[in-house]
Each structure stands twice: as structure tokens, then as C-alpha cells.
């Protein structure tokens, strides 16, 4: 993931019944021009790879962060452990961008 704008605000913890969700104004979108998907702020851009596309699909202020592994885990026929690792990380990263709230 590729943040094009302001840097980090400090470190933020996921716990097991955090629910993430987008900070206001911040919105996952399809960039035609790009032909990627991007989380979109004003004066920001983050640019996704597809891993990041997965998780923040489901990022909906409604699933737990237990419950976005356990999707992934199963979608993806892989170990949850794994995901778990990747996808905390990333949402800490985001969380601590402004993106999301956890």
C-alpha cells in the first residue's frame, strides 16, 4: 500500500473485538484512470494491492476484525493464523494513517 500524503500519526492496537471502520470522508473506490483500487480523503490517496482490496472490502463498521480473518481465512483456503498477522498489520497501518478507526 502506497500512502500519497500525510505521514504516520503514531501506533494504534487491534484488539479482538475492534470493528474497523472508515474515517469519515475516507472511501474505498475503483480509480478508472488507474485501474486500481484506491482509498480516497481529500488531499490523499492510498493505492492498494490486492491484498489490501480484499480486506478493506470488508471493512464495513459491522464485521469484527476476527470476522475479516475468518472471511479471508475461508475464502482463501488459507491458514488464519497467516492472515490474521497481515491483516492487523494492515489496519494498524491505516488506523494509524487516519483511514480507518478502530
Known amino acids: ?4 500524503g500525510m505521514p504516520d500519526a503514531g501506533v494504534t492496537e487491534v484488539g479482538l473485538a475492534t470493528v474497523p471502520a472508515f ?3 475516507f472511501r ?7 485501474n486500481a483500487w484506491v482509498v480516497l480523503a ?3 490517496l492510498f493505492l492498494l494491492d490486492d491484498t489490501g ?3 478493506l472490502k470488508l471493512v464495513d463498521g459491522v464485521r469484527s476484525v476476527p470476522d475479516i ?5 475461508e475464502r ?13 498489520a494492515m489496519l494498524r497501518d491505516l488506523a494509524d494513517k487516519g483511514a480507518i478507526r478502530l
Do not use: K, Q, S, W
Open 28 to 34: 474505498l473506490r475503483h480509480d478508472p484512470v488507474r
Open 53 to 55: 482490496v480484499e480486506v
Open 23 to 25: 474515517n469519515r470522508g
Open 76 to 88: 482463501f483456503a488459507a491458514p488464519r493464523e497467516v492472515i490474521a498477522v497481515d491483516v492487523e
Open 69 to 73: 480473518i475468518d472471511a479471508l481465512a
Open 42 to 44: 481529500p488531499e490523499r
Open 1 to 4: 500500500m502506497t500512502d500519497i
